[in-house]
């Protein structure tokens, strides 16, 4: 499972209330990734990091920022949560040409 | 830009039986190709990847994939289904390249399969 945990495992929130996820890994990977899956779509890129304080938008990143303090941590935050944003978010790591992901945050918007 | 398309989104097999799963890809460059499974309420699983070595590939519980450049497709193929195949599947292009060294993963929308016994 390349020692991905992920934080809360299950969230229900207010619209409009900020919410941090929050992933990580125990095996000092550099990559990792935020994803969010939705029924229809498979699962889309959120942010993305290549090393400490540095990351990247994904094709869906809007009304979410990212934060990497440490390698081990990459949190997403969700600035002010919508409906839209009710979803179910994977966390991975790749190592080569591989992804591996963690179990997944299913976030309720209310 | 690389794209994936999974032709059925549910496949219904009984047991014993072949498995099928289609999955053409749209890509710019040499693709990297994987078959990650998705069993109810879990997280994803690599079965199998291609990453221009053998066109055949095969996989973990018994899944195969063939590369066909000239058809564009990665389908995925198993003898015998077991009731513990049921899951999701997903086919994923990776990027041609990489940003910052990063690897961009493009999944398809996915295959529903269910075993019937």
């Known amino acids: 499972d390349a020692g991905i945990t992920q934080s809360p495992r299950h969230k229900v929130t207010e619209t409009g209330t900020p919410v941090t996820l929050r992933c990580h890994q125990t095996?000092?990977?550099?990559?990792m990734y935020w994803y969010r899956q939705d029924p229809g779509h498979g699962l889309r890129l959120i942010h993305y990091?290549?090393?400490?304080?540095?990351?990247d938008k994904g094709e869906v990143s809007d009304g979410y920022s990212v934060s990497r303090s440490k390698t081990e941590d990459f949190l997403l935050t969700l600035e002010s949560a919508t409906s839209s944003q009710t979803s179910v978010y994977f966390c991975?790591?790749?190592?080569?040409?591989?992804?591996?992901f963690g179990p997944g945050t299913r976030l309720t918007v209310t | 830009a690389q794209s994936v398309t999974q032709l059925d989104s549910h496949v219904s097999v009984s047991e014993g039986t072949p498995v099928l799963l289609r999955c053409n890809y749209s890509?710019?460059?040499?693709?990297?190709l994987f078959w990650y499974v998705q069993h109810p309420n879990k997280g994803l699983q690599l079965l199998l990847k291609?990453?221009?070595?053998?066109?055949l590939v095969k996989g973990i519980n018994g899944f195969e994939a063939e590369f066909k450049k000239s058809e564009t497709s990665f389908h995925l193929t198993k003898p015998s289904a077991h009731m513990s195949d049921a899951a999701e599947y997903f086919c994923?292009?990776?990027?041609?390249?990489?940003?910052?060294?990063?690897?961009?993963?493009?999944f398809g929308q996915g295959t529903r399969l269910t075993i019937n016994p």
């Open positions: 991975a790591i790749s190592q080569g040409h591989e992804q591996y």
């Open positions: 095996e000092n990977h550099r990559y």
């Open positions: 990091s290549y090393g400490v304080k540095d990351t």
């Open positions: 890509s710019s460059y040499s693709p990297s």
């Open positions: 291609y990453t221009s070595a053998a066109t």
């Open positions: 994923v292009v990776s990027r041609g390249f990489r940003i910052q060294g990063a690897q961009k993963l493009v």
